[in-house]
């Protein structure tokens, strides 16, 4: 499963052999259009020690 589909689609229009290098963010917006990047949503996206209930390192978040 492919859990990122949306930047897979768009790296698709891109020329050959071109190479990123960077990370994904997730933008939220609120009721005001205030925009903030939460790595907490970007997080959620992924498998494993990184989704929910994990810290980027694996180890449980403590809330």
């Known amino acids: 499963m492919l859990l990122w589909m949306d930047l897979a689609v768009a790296a698709i229009s891109l020329p050959p052999g071109v190479i990123l290098d960077g ?36 180890t449980p978040r403590r809330t």
């Open 23 to 58: 990370e994904a963010v997730v933008y939220l917006s609120d009721a005001d259009g205030n925009a903030r990047i939460s790595f907490e949503a970007a997080q959620s996206r992924s498998p494993g020690p990184a989704g929910p209930g994990s810290s980027p390192t694996g």
